[in-house]
């Protein structure tokens, strides 16, 4: 069976080999992290990678591999990987401490331990013993035979404290350790591969969002039923949902019978077994064990029930039963609810326990978007967020969409996603020099500059060591001059933060240093003896952010180049309409726009890394929406989203690629005309000409249809709002004269 990977996969893979393979040929022992996200596949990525290191090897080094795991993961892991080889007649053996020959692990073999098995000194794999049948003589004798041992440490974030990782690296001695997991612990390591949220959820591998108790804000209790419990409404709205979501499976020509898991607290003493409760609950709603819609899955010591091929999609099992047991390594994508009940103590919320209902059934996202949420129903009245990427994953807030909306049906378009580039070639250079001169560098940068210094705290103080903040109490600041050695990892370390989308490889960081040296050199006559003020310039707080504006350019116009041909844009399947729902998480405020159709209207806040659909909100777009709050003309106004089909976009040509133009607002008159709107300020008005004209040419073609559109880009000069619809799109700020002024009161 030929299994076709996700990009993401497959660059992972190949990166992951790569860096292995540079390890293996520097001295010393190393640590390489593999950070993925939970649902990315990890499991299979590492199978994949481990085939490919030992396949073909012409430099006759030969391996020997331990994995080890948390709980009863290690068994997971071994028959996963067991299963992956044997249908492809890979040589790579999947073992047993017991199934060891001659006590020793041979070529191509990996040794599967319980991380519990191991972490203590008298514990059974440990120990010595009258056999030399213990961990470290097994190591030993592998060794002896020329072999290169490489320690996977899987789930490294539940594999005990990290001393303890530490210690056991130590005994073992491998060549390489890697450590797999979605929040690695271990320090002090220079490689790793990293694979971004963002593309697991572009490609459809997990939930774009998980909802917590959605619409409960405008929940009214029938007080003739006053008596419900809170778990009672949970259960009730929860089963409610499922059954939603079973039919628009259906919809969509989908075999998958939508899975709800309830997880109730350990048992207490003296306290009622909430599991007896709940299967009393769902029994009032013909959901049982006898007629297999129910399933249950505690500890080895209690029940288990319905659980064969409860993770097909086709399985009749509707709700299952379990405990936080399972919360590791459980794999069932079709898995779409959580349910969580009130416990006896503070509930923290973590990626793990999300990590159930977080897989797509059919690894891609479905025409519906409501298949493609992961939903939970809880009675807890407060969820703390125990990793920071569940923060950015779970959405808490809702707006919705106003009930005076009528359908505008709008033509939308979309882009096809292709593999893409994934670092910075020679072909950098002149795009750099292009982007340089589009952005009008040369005369923007400040020669003489601020000090480049490096603040340090003065007088701070932690009140409380276990408390999360995101800064100290601190009376002030220390300010000292950058030396030539910090200012070179200074600029290194902002090449590196401005590189994304390409990967953060030394290769491509030192190609944005190379393109800035090349401009200085080329406009300034600065030499490689000017390195050291070079850096200090581009550093300095007043040239920083043009000189970030210059290489976002230029890595968009080297995308475009290297990537010709790599995107297709397509017309949405249906007309396009303002969502219904729109989900936001932690990292956006409510504000109180009246006018807007998404009630309430919530703007992401600063400083918050950018997984959502949306940016935040600039100056011009602000007073922009405040304009719009006073227009008496306005019946509604709707801030768009980007980079997704949910959002409305228009066709736009640039450099010869079609590509998708997310303006910024739709606006509905009272007298039914629609304007679309895209708010510019300064520099960035002078490098929307392609966006521009594909704009009127959009609203042309459309009007053409009965449509009645107008707009286009919009800027706000002298207080007056003015816009440019021409089909020849030109800005000058000193001659606005083609610029219509928009008047909407």
């Not at 009930?403 to 709008?410: F, T, V």
Request: glycine share 4%.
């Amino acid at each position: 069976m030929w299994i076709e990977f996700k990009n993401y996969q497959e660059k992972a893979i190949v990166k992951l080999k790569q860096e292995v393979n540079d390890l293996l040929d520097v001295e010393g022992n190393k640590i390489c992290i593999f950070k993925a996200p939970t649902g990315s596949g990890k499991t299979l990525m590492m199978a994949e990678f481990l085939k490919r290191l030992i396949d073909s090897r012409i430099d006759g080094k030969k391996f020997s591999f331990i994995w080890i795991a948390v709980n009863k993961l290690h068994d997971q892991s071994r028959n996963s990987l067991k299963k992956y080889y044997d249908q492809f007649g890979v040589g790579l053996k999947c073992s047993y401490f017991e199934d060891l020959d001659e006590r020793k692990i041979s070529e191509n073999e990996i040794l599967f331990l319980n991380w519990a098995s191991i972490n203590k000194k008298g514990n059974i794999y440990v120990r010595e013993n009258e056999r030399d049948n213990n961990l470290s003589n097994i190591v030993a004798r592998t060794k002896d035979e020329g072999r290169i041992i490489i320690l996977v440490i899987d789930e490294s974030h539940r594999n005990a404290e990290t001393e303890k990782s530490e210690e056991l690296i130590e005994d073992i001695c491998p060549k390489i350790t890697i450590e797999v997991s979605a929040t690695p612990q271990l320090k002090d390591v220079f490689r790793g591969v990293e694979v971004e949220l963002k593309d697991v959820k572009d490609e459809g591998m997990i939930k774009k969002e998980i909802v917590i108790n959605p619409g409960f804000e405008n929940f009214k209790l029938d007080k003739k039923l006053a008596d419900k419990t809170a778990d009672e409404i949970v259960v009730e709205t929860a089963l409610k949902k499922r059954a939603e979501l079973a039919k628009l499976y259906e919809a969509e020509g989908s075999s998958v019978n939508p899975l709800m898991l309830i997880q109730i607290p350990d048992t207490r003493q003296g306290m009622i077994d909430k599991k007896d409760a709940v299967v009393q609950l769902l029994g009032k709603y013909g959901i049982t064990t006898e007629n297999g819609r129910l399933a249950i899955y505690l500890s080895d010591k209690d029940s288990k029930i319905n659980l064969e091929n409860i993770e097909k999609n086709e399985n009749e099992v509707e709700v299952m039963i379990f405990k936080q047991a399972i919360a590791v390594g459980w794999d069932c994508p079709r898995a779409a609810i959580l349910v969580l009940f009130r416990e006896w103590k503070s509930m923290v919320f973590s990626i793990q326990t999300i990590g159930r209902i977080m897989r797509m059934p059919e690894h891609d996202h479905y025409k519906n978007p409501d298949l493609n949420f992961g939903y939970v129903y809880t009675s807890l009245s407060n969820i703390g967020i125990a990793e920071d990427i569940a923060k950015e994953y779970i959405t808490v807030f809702e707006g919705k969409r106003r009930e005076d909306y009528k359908d505008i049906d709008l033509t939308s378009y979309h882009s096809k996603r292709f593999r893409e580039e994934t670092r910075l070639s020679s072909d950098f250079v002149p795009v750099f020099f292009q982007a340089a001169d589009e952005l009008k560098l040369n005369d923007r940068i400040s020669l003489k500059h601020s000090i480049v210094d490096t603040k340090l705290i003065a007088s701070g103080k932690i009140t409380n060591i276990d408390k999360e903040t995101k800064s100290i109490e601190k009376k002030g600041t220390l300010d000292i001059p950058k030396n030539e050695v910090e200012l070179q990892n200074a600029f290194d370390y902002f090449a590196r933060e401005n590189l994304a989308p390409f990967a953060p490889e030394l290769r491509s960081i030192k190609r944005i240093n190379d393109s800035l040296y090349r401009f200085f050199d080329k406009s300034f006559k600065m030499s490689v003896d000017d390195w050291p003020k070079i850096q200090a310039i581009v550093l300095a707080e007043e040239n920083r952010q043009v000189v970030i504006d210059v290489i976002n350019r230029a890595k968009e116009l080297y995308q475009e180049g290297v990537g010709r041909g790599k995107h297709e844009l397509l017309q949405n399947d249906e007309p396009w309409n303002v969502p219904k729902i729109i989900n936001y998480n932690l990292t956006f405020v409510k504000k109180d726009y009246k006018q807007s159709i998404i009630q309430p209207y919530y703007a992401k806040t600063k400083g918050t890394d950018n997984l959502s659909l949306f940016e935040e909100d600039s100056d011009v777009e602000v007073a922009f929406i405040e304009y719009l709050e006073k227009a008496k003309q306005v019946k509604w106004w709707f801030k768009n989203g980007r980079q997704d089909g949910s959002y409305f976009a228009v066709p736009y040509v640039e450099n010869g690629q079609e590509k998708p133009f997310y303006l910024d607002f739709i606006v509905i008159l009272n007298d039914e005309r629609i304007g679309l709107f895209d708010t510019k300020g300064g520099i960035y008005a002078k490098t929307a000409k392609e966006r521009a004209e594909g704009l009127a040419e959009y609203i042309a073609t459309e009007n053409k249809k009965k449509k009645n559109l107008f707009g286009g880009i919009v800027l706000k000069d002298k207080n007056s709002w003015r816009f440019s619809d021409s089909k020849k799109y030109s800005y000058d700020l000193n001659d606005l004269k083609d610029w219509k002024f928009l008047d909407l009161n």
